[in-house]
């Protein structure tokens, strides 16, 4: 590097301080678990604010985005290094410890590199006085790899060691487990702990696939929904269809699910569509797209105001009504063709989206979704007209949100069951019974639920 440029990175334009990628990494861990922050949220601003673009984001993004992901393993191998509860350290130098922790366990950083950093960053963003006491425990740390660390700690019981090698809560191992049983289930956990891409929705009528991916130069078609395309790079909003709403962010499975509703076979009247629980908007502008080909309309349904906004906004330009209100009180009974319930839920089907989310949900969570979930399917089913079709989804396998919600609502008279047949044929083992089910693992999509019910009376 010549000595001009070299000056020009110590001294960089606008008075920004370039500060390095392993500090920011630093900072945004800290705002996640001091200040709650989404690591999402927290770390472009960061990197925006401290100048770090190309490669140093890149360092950055895997350093903090991959310490989170692996925070429960970090945390019980750096106990196991210091002799010490983890609780009895202060929270910076554990932060910190768990960067330097992930940088010798998972990353082929050479060793020597990875401790003299982590030191340094500890005594100039921790405290001095503790300096040595990382050296020594990322010392021991760096003595052993992630599978001789996980062989050392395991207690022979599967579930504890599965979920200490691929960094998971327990809870939420035995409920993947309960789902895709126990052979497929270390792919399904390694699989919340690669980075997706971003995949583009284009929509229909607005934007073909082939122009999409012109403009992404060069992103593949989705293996499996009709408009999906793969961002091969890059921040999507600097896509010009994506800038003007000819087409957005949305994962290929959120995508399947919606066109599953408006691919299910209807006899009658299809012209009123409704979606139930539509924001941020992703399915809304889909569906909307969808629906203006044929003449229909769509009616969304968001109760946060600040979501219903951002509904209006993917759905603008689209036959889109947008209500701001509960969706357990909304509309006249037997008033909708086609009806979206995207319930909320636990979310525990992206996790690979949401580095820390794992670590911050608990079961109880669930508990407190499920009533809700169900009175939200409730009233999608009292506002479909007979004959009209319920799509009841969640980006969650779990089964207290899927299966026995749907089973609760099955007991009204008048409701049954049917299979997306337009979704079993395009993608292969997607039946959960006469369930969809999608895996990360297995189709590359976030693990989306779908069942479709039919109003017979
Ligand atoms: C899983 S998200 C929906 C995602 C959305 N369909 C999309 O594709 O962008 C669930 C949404 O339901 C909303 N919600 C929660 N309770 C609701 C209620 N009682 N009535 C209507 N919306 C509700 C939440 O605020 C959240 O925006």
Redesign the pocket.
Same mark, same amino acid.
């Given at each position: 590097m010549s000595d001009r440029r070299r000056s020009r990175r110590r001294e960089p334009e606008n008075d920004r301080p370039n500060v390095n990628p392993r500090r920011v990494a630093f900072d945004a861990i800290r705002a996640v678990t001091e200040d709650n922050a989404y690591a999402n949220l927290v770390l472009p601003r960061m990197l925006a604010e401290t100048d770090n673009t190309g490669r140093d984001a890149g360092l950055a993004t895997e350093l903090t985005y991959g310490t989170l992901r692996s925070l429960g393993t970090l945390e019980a191998i750096l106990a196991a290094a210091s002799g010490r509860h983890i609780r009895q350290l202060q929270q910076d130098l554990v932060d910190a410890l768990c960067l330097g922790a992930y940088q010798l366990l998972y990353m082929r950083i050479p060793p020597h590199a990875a401790v003299a950093t982590t030191v340094s960053l500890v005594k100039a963003a921790v405290s001095p006085r503790v300096s040595g006491l990382a050296n020594a425990v990322l010392r021991k740390v760096a003595a052993k790899d992630l599978d001789e660390w996980t062989a050392e700690l395991a207690t022979g019981d599967r579930l504890a060691d599965l979920s200490l090698r691929y960094a998971h809560p327990e809870w939420i191992t035995a409920e993947f487990e309960a789902v895709v049983g126990p052979d497929e289930l270390p792919a399904a956990l390694e699989a919340d702990n690669v980075a997706p891409p971003v995949h583009l929705c284009a929509k229909p009528g607005r934007i073909t696939k082939g122009d999409l991916s012109r403009e992404t130069r060069g992103g593949l078609h989705g293996q499996w929904s009709p408009y999906a395309v793969y961002l091969p790079g890059g921040d999507p909003g600097r896509i010009r269809a994506v800038a003007t709403g000819l087409a957005h962010v949305q994962d290929e499975g959120?995508q399947l699910v919606a066109v599953a509703l408006a691919e299910a076979p209807l006899e009658g009247r299809d012209e009123a569509w409704l979606?139930? &629980?539509?924001?941020?908007?992703?399915?809304?502008g889909l569906l909307g797209a969808i629906a203006a080909g044929r003449g229909a309309a769509v009616d969304a349904?968001?109760?946060?105001p600040h979501?219903a906004e951002l509904v209006a906004k993917a759905a603008k330009g689209l036959p889109v009504t947008v209500h701001t209100g509960?969706?357990?009180e909304f509309g006249e009974a037997g008033s909708f063709d086609r009806v979206l319930v995207?319930?909320?839920?636990s979310g525990l089907g992206a996790l690979r989206r949401r580095p820390e989310a794992r670590w911050r949900k608990q079961r109880s969570d669930i508990d407190g979704l499920v009533p809700?979930q169900k009175e939200?399917l409730a009233s999608g089913l009292r506002l479909a007209r007979p004959g009209g079709i319920v799509a009841y989804v969640t &980006?969650s396998p779990v089964i207290a949100e899927t299966e026995e919600v749907v089973a609760s609502a099955l007991k009204t008279p008048g409701t049954e069951l049917v299979r997306s047949q337009w979704l079993a044929d395009r993608v292969p083992d997607s039946a959960r019974g006469d369930f969809v089910q999608l895996w990360p693992h297995r189709h590359g999509t976030d693990a989306m639920f779908l069942a479709l019910i039919r109003k017979t009376a």
């Open positions: 959120s979606d139930l &629980c539509a924001g941020p908007g992703g399915k809304t349904v968001e109760i946060q979501r509960d969706g357990r995207d319930a909320p839920c809700l939200l &980006c």
